[in-house]
């Protein structure tokens, strides 16, 4: 079993910054790609960044220069720098990760529980 715990949401005004972490821990043999996902009220849940172990880096375009994905693969953990943030930016953010299980040696993608994120204008 997996579990991804993500940390960092609150409200923020616009123009401000936060910094979202998820850490996972559980069964795991290696860590293949971690990411961020958010979800607006009313919409999809869409993706927002996301990182492979070998560093290869995807942005959504709404958030391109001004949110910055890292990996700490030592601690299993990936962060979100989130800047200039915009009311837009409003959401609950989910962390996702594709783990090979130490148990099975087969990937998997777990997702964290949420953690809010609001920008006030």
């Known amino acids: 079993q997996v579990q991804l715990l993500e940390s960092g949401g609150g409200l923020v005004q616009a123009g401000g910054s936060l910094r979202l972490s998820c850490v996972a821990s559980g069964t795991i043999s290696s860590i293949n790609a971690m990411g961020w996902h958010r979800q607006a009220p009313g919409s999809e849940r869409e993706p927002v960044a996301r990182i492979t172990r070998d560093y290869t880096i995807n942005y959504a375009d709404s958030v391109k220069g001004r949110f910055t994905i890292s990996i700490d693969n030592a601690k299993n953990t990936v962060y979100l720098q989130m800047n200039s943030l915009k009311p837009e930016d409003t959401a609950v953010y989910y962390c996702?990760?594709?783990?090979?299980?130490?148990?099975?040696?087969?990937?998997?993608?777990?997702w964290g529980s949420g953690t809010q994120v609001t920008v006030s204008s």
């Open positions: 996702e990760a594709d783990i090979v299980s130490s148990v099975t040696q087969r990937q998997y993608t777990w």
